[in-house]
């Protein structure tokens, strides 16, 4: 099957009219089959205009469509017959054109007819189709007996539901219909199968990445040796959701297949209960999106250690004690879920989607300092998949004690807390300095912004603090830069958006071929890097 992506359903339109018009240049009696539905009303559109134009003349063609309501009455709005001659029949001018009798008191012999007739006018050369969301072509349903010839079938309860979008009230939708079977669409020379929209993105990954099969009747079209899908980008796209969970706030991020996220949301993160509470919260919120988004796969960034075997995680800042979270999700969501930690999820983000570098050390500076390791463009975990965490490198051999039991954490004097804990300290010390007064008039809480603040009024004791907090910053990033040489170190977090205040005086601190970036994504790392997970694993 050849797959055509077109933009739009505009474009779609017109790659297909295109080659129904050189099919009748080619040879102006042919046979066209045709379709209904609204996917094929903009291709019928540009037949209408080029036969306006004398571009090509339809004067000769016979035409059969696949399918008719049953029972219905011509005069119907809703028969297909009614639809043709609205949408093409009454503007372009045909030699002949045959549609099941939806009126006929003999079913079964209109079919055997309807075949016959197909026959004798020499078999369909150019079939079009459309694709119904299950999956059905023409009426054929799925169902594990196909039947393959026209034959009259029982809609199901998708279809019907589907359809009833064009009735005042489901209960109009006929549930009966006449309709070629799959042999006589395969003996066509050639097919168009038309896909457009969201609506159909589900069916047409479906077909393209499964196996022939009854149940997506459409995947029979993989037998034929001339089959061309052109489809809209909305209908071929896939795209992923990346969760990203936060010790304050769980993010939510859709991405299509060009990583732009198309859509961004987020929910506070429970302090107390058990995993399971906060991973039935993040089913719900999932569930939502994905009925919003046709969603291939979902990824979760988690703060902590995830034991790789099982995907179980422990993470201090949340109620994971060793809890199988993917699993928990499994409850709610039925679509793959892939599972990495947080940092190393931003730094995917920032090998696919930001820097693009393949080997990269992502530093992460916020209540602690997170790493994440790009290796050949790959998460580079290590086998137990702890790797990366760079925080808890030591810098100092008798220094600062730490929550993993170790001392001279580097987390302990670069990361955000700690340059908190250093801007109190000195401001304490300097009572009378602008830092410390700055301090009081926000009412007595520094944040990572005082010692800019102050350093912005001139003052000298916060051009001290932000200097040594420097020095401890170039001391890990040094340090670690000997270990792998990465490309790129690229620093993320609230602290970066200082931009060049931070950076220039940094990098005069830094061996002189460490290259060090800030992030472009920011906050979008963690959501687009868990997206990308699912998305690199399908
Ligand atoms: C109908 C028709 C099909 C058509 C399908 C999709 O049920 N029998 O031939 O392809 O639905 O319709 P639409 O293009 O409106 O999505």
Redesign the pocket.
């Known amino acids: 099957m050849r797959v055509i992506v077109c933009s739009n359903y505009d474009e779609m339109s017109k790659q297909a009219a295109k080659l129904v018009a050189g099919q009748v240049n080619l040879k102006p009696n042919c046979v066209l089959g045709l ?6 009303i903009g291709l019928y559109n540009n037949l209408i205009q080029m036969s306006d134009a004398g571009d090509v003349d339809f004067s000769e063609v016979t035409t059969f469509n ?2 008719e309501y049953y029972p219905i009455s011509k005069d119907n709005d809703q028969s ?1 017959d009614y639809f043709m001659n609205k949408h093409l029949f009454s503007k372009v001018k045909m030699k002949n054109h045959y549609i099941p009798n939806g009126e006929t008191s003999d079913p079964e012999k209109e079919c055997t007819d309807y075949e016959k007739r197909i026959e004798s006018e020499g078999g369909i050369d150019l079939q079009i ?5 299950n999956g ?4 054929n349903e799925p169902d594990i007996n196909l039947n393959t010839v026209t034959h009259l079938t029982r ?1 199901t309860e998708s ?1 019907i539901k ?2 009833s979008r ?1 009735f005042e009230n489901i209960n109009d939708v006929p549930t009966m ?1 006449l ?1 070629m079977g799959i042999a006589s669409i395969l003996k066509s020379r050639k097919i168009i199968l ?1 896909a ?2 969201r ?2 993105h589900k069916v047409v990954s479906e077909l393209l990445n499964g196996e022939i099969n009854t149940s997506i009747p459409a995947s029979m079209l993989k037998v034929h040796p001339d089959v061309v899908l052109i489809c809209d980008k909305e209908a071929y796209t896939s795209m992923y959701l990346g969760v990203d969970i936060g010790g304050t706030h769980i993010k939510f991020g859709v991405i299509d297949d060009e990583n732009h996220v198309l859509y961004k949301d987020s929910i506070r993160t429970r302090k107390r209960g058990k995993a399971q509470i906060i991973m039935s919260e993040i089913g719900a919120a999932c569930k939502e999106i994905i009925k919003k988004y046709p969603i291939s796969g979902i990824g979760i960034g988690t703060p902590g250690i995830i034991d790789k075997k099982d995907n179980r995680v422990s993470a201090a800042n949340l109620p994971f004690d060793n809890d199988p979270i993917v699993d928990y999700l499994k409850e709610y969501i039925d679509l793959p879920i892939y599972l990495d930690n947080d940092a190393n999820c931003a730094a995917l983000a920032e090998c696919k989607a930001g820097v693009h570098e393949d080997d990269l050390l992502m530093i992460t500076l916020g209540t602690g300092i997170g790493g994440g390791i790009i290796l050949g463009g790959k998460i580079y975990s290590g086998k137990r998949g702890d790797a990366g965490e760079i925080g808890h490198m030591c810098i100092q051999s008798d220094g600062i004690r730490c929550s993993c039991g170790l001392v001279g954490c580097w987390e302990k004097y670069a990361s955000v807390s700690a340059l908190i804990e250093q801007i109190n300290d000195a401001a304490q010390k300097n009572p009378d300095c602008i830092m410390a007064q700055i301090i009081k008039e926000e009412n007595g809480a520094a944040d990572g912004e005082t010692v800019f603040k102050a350093m912005e009024k001139g003052c000298p004791v916060a051009n001290e603090v932000f200097d040594k907090y420097l020095s401890y910053l170039a001391t890990g990033i040094n340090s670690v830069a000997n270990i792998f040489r990465p490309e790129t170190i690229v620093l993320a977090g609230g602290i970066t958006a200082q931009g060049d205040i931070l950076l220039k005086p940094l990098q005069k601190k830094l061996a002189a071929n460490i290259n060090v970036k800030i992030s472009r994504l920011q906050n979008d790392a963690g959501i687009i890097g868990a997206a990308l997970l699912a998305k690199l694993s399908q």
Do not use: V
């Open positions: 379709a209904t539905g609204s996917t094929p696949l399918d297909y189709l459309g694709i119904g969301q059905h072509i023409g009426f809609l279809t589907a359809n064009f219909a309709t038309l457009s929209g609506a159909k």
